[in-house]
Nanobody
């Protein structure tokens, strides 16, 4: 079955950086579009970024210029490099297999001084 396992979250000061990873299995990674989405406390799920099988990337306005999505097809792993983190980036971050909407368990990112 489809499995998505996020890691790399943590507590970081404003302006800091983190790299999130999403290890996957149970589907043909190389042909699928994947996204990162996040959910802040008390808020709805928010789409952050997407990468297609061909490597085309798109970003929410809140992520443009600060976040970079990438994928390693050999490792079947999705990444999100986050720079210039702000307190409003605090959320649980999930990777999502777009064709099914399946998400992992998430990884907590907290941006605070």
């Amino acid at each position: 079955q489809v499995q998505l396992v996020e890691s790399g979250g943590g507590l970081v000061q404003p302006g800091g950086s983190l790299r999130l990873s999403c290890a996957t299995s149970g589907f043909t990674f190389v042909i699928r579009t994947l996204s990162w989405v996040r959910q802040a406390p008390g808020k709805e799920l928010e789409w952050v970024s997407r990468i297609t099988s061909g490597g085309t990337t798109t970003y929410a306005d809140s992520a443009k210029g600060r976040f970079t999505i990438s994928r390693d097809n050999a490792k079947k792993t999705l990444y999100l490099h986050m720079n210039g983190l702000k307190p409003e980036d605090t959320a649980v971050y999930y990777c999502r297999l777009d064709v099914t909407g399946t998400r992992g368990q998430g990884t907590q990112v907290t941006v605070s001084s």
